[in-house]
């Protein structure tokens, strides 16, 4: 998987910073014995429960770092290699199909072909990549072109790269990894790389949707709505407070009524745009099918979602678990599984250690 930074280590911390909270997992792997050891992990939110926008204009770096370091605290977190993960919207990602170069000259290659897809002057951006269709041992025989090659291209502006490191120096914590959330994401919530899923994750301000086979990430696409929106529209709607909304929407979802009548119309241009997003992808692999819709983030669990998806794509679909890929004392499993897939990007990054 792509990353900003290299040198994992057997122990490693993910870090989520997300506009509500942060999210911290602790892992160890033990190369020798195949598995990866939950050692500790902690999430502490924001003092103001506001709209994710109001959040976004009052937090500032430094209250960020005060959080984080509380996090640590209270998680007790002693590692010092961190990964830390950016929002999809503060990345550029294209998937590009050009000439296929040597390896040797792959980095010229590449940073030419970006300044085609990025927005903004290379110089700005830290550039990343990933060639996506070579099979393995380098074998090329089944590629319909030959001559040319898929690259998931990737830009991450060099402000926000600096700001993760300041945050990560003044917390005293060496960046091992920096990653846009949709690999860890893909990572902690996949396990048989023979299948093409499509995950859907609806954080609190975006709504990702990733197509994933072989293990690679094959396509992306990304949408203004998140759960903030959908608690925005039960206190427009029903006239209630923004902690009420949270409430009913986390506690009743789709089994109350009203609720059920404001959030079909719009999880509907969800589900819109993830037939378009499959129907992208067959198009252009017309031998391949979607397995299983995966459902991520805080709003993965509302009451109700896994059977309108699974009705209306006529698809599997399952909230992820990316617990399952650890190791997890049996004193804590039950606490630890209760959360859901809260924790899957901060897991995703803290399993990065190939």
């Given at each position: 998987?792509?990353?900003?930074?290299?040198?994992?280590?057997?122990?490693?911390?993910?870090?989520d910073?997300?506009?509500?909270?942060?999210?911290?997992?602790?892992?160890?792997?033990?190369?020798s014995?195949r598995?990866?050891?939950?050692?500790?992990?902690?999430l502490?939110?924001?003092?103001?429960?506001?709209?994710?926008?109001e959040?976004?204009?009052?937090?500032?770096?430094?209250?960020?770092?005060?959080?984080?370091?509380?996090?640590?605290?209270?998680g007790?977190?002693?590692?010092?290699?961190a990964?830390?993960?950016?929002?999809?919207?503060?990345s550029?990602?294209?998937?590009?199909?050009?000439?296929?170069?040597?390896?040797?000259?792959?980095?010229?290659?590449?940073?030419?072909?970006?300044?085609?897809?990025?927005?903004?002057?290379?110089?700005?951006?830290?550039l990343?990549?990933?060639?996506?269709?070579?099979?393995?041992?380098?074998?090329?025989?089944?590629?319909?072109?030959?001559?040319?090659m898929?690259v998931?291209?990737l830009?991450?502006?060099r402000?926000?790269?600096?700001?993760?490191?300041?945050?990560?120096n003044?917390?005293?914590?060496?960046?091992?990894?920096?990653?846009?959330?949709a690999?860890?994401?893909?990572r902690?919530?996949?396990?048989?790389?023979?299948?093409?899923?499509?995950?859907v994750?609806?954080?609190?301000r975006v709504?990702?949707?990733l197509?994933?086979?072989?293990?690679?990430l094959?396509?992306?696409r990304?949408?203004g709505?998140?759960?903030?929106?959908?608690?925005?529209i039960?206190v427009?709607?029903?006239?209630?407070?923004?902690?009420?909304?949270?409430?009913?929407k986390?506690?009743?979802?789709?089994?109350?009524?009203?609720?059920?009548?404001?959030?079909v119309?719009?999880?509907?241009n969800?589900?819109d745009?993830?037939?378009?997003?499959i129907?992208?992808?067959?198009?252009?692999?017309?031998n391949?099918?979607?397995?299983?819709?995966?459902l991520?983030?805080?709003?993965?669990?509302?009451k109700?979602?896994?059977?309108?998806?699974?009705?209306?794509l006529n698809?599997?679909?399952?909230?992820?678990?990316?617990?399952?890929?650890l190791?997890?004392?049996?004193?804590?499993?039950?606490?630890?599984?209760?959360?859901?897939?809260?924790?899957?990007?901060?897991?995703?990054?803290a399993?990065?250690?190939?």
């Amino acid at each position: 998987m792509w990353s900003l930074f290299g040198g994992d280590k057997n122990k490693l911390v993910g870090i989520d910073i997300g506009t509500s909270g942060i999210k911290v997992v602790e892992l160890e792997h033990s190369p020798s014995l195949r598995e990866v050891y939950l050692k500790n992990y902690a999430l502490v939110g924001f003092k103001e429960n506001l709209p994710q926008k109001e959040r976004e204009r009052r937090i500032t770096k430094e209250e960020i770092v005060e959080l984080l370091k509380a996090t640590l605290t209270q998680g007790k977190i002693k590692t010092k290699n961190a990964s830390f993960s950016i929002p999809s919207f503060s990345s550029f990602l294209s998937f590009v199909t050009m000439p296929r170069v040597r390896p040797e000259d792959l980095k010229k290659a590449i940073t030419i072909e970006a300044q085609k897809f990025i927005p903004v002057s290379l110089e700005e951006v830290v550039l990343g990549w990933e060639v996506i269709d070579e099979p393995e041992g380098k074998d090329i025989s089944n590629i319909r072109d030959q001559n040319k090659m898929k690259v998931l291209l990737l830009a991450v502006p060099r402000d926000i790269v600096n700001r993760y490191k300041e945050i990560a120096n003044a917390c005293g914590l060496k960046l091992q990894n920096l990653e846009v959330e949709a690999f860890p994401l893909l990572r902690s919530l996949t396990q048989n790389y023979q299948k093409t899923f499509v995950i859907v994750d609806i954080d609190s301000r975006v709504c990702n949707l990733l197509v994933v086979s072989g293990g690679s990430l094959r396509g992306a696409r990304n949408i203004g709505l998140g759960g903030d929106d959908l608690t925005e529209i039960l206190v427009r709607s029903i006239n209630i407070d923004y902690d009420r909304a949270e409430e009913l929407k986390k506690e009743e979802g789709f089994h109350n009524k009203q609720v059920a009548e404001l959030f079909v119309p719009v999880l509907g241009n969800v589900i819109d745009e993830v037939k378009r997003v499959i129907s992208m992808y067959k198009s252009k692999n017309p031998n391949k099918e979607i397995d299983e819709i995966i459902l991520s983030g805080g709003t993965a669990d509302l009451k109700g979602l896994v059977d309108l998806f699974t009705s209306k794509l006529n698809l599997p679909t399952v909230v992820g678990d990316p617990w399952k890929k650890l190791t997890i004392d049996e004193q804590v499993k039950k606490a630890v599984v209760e959360r859901g897939t809260t924790f899957s990007i901060s897991i995703g990054l803290a399993l990065k250690n190939e």
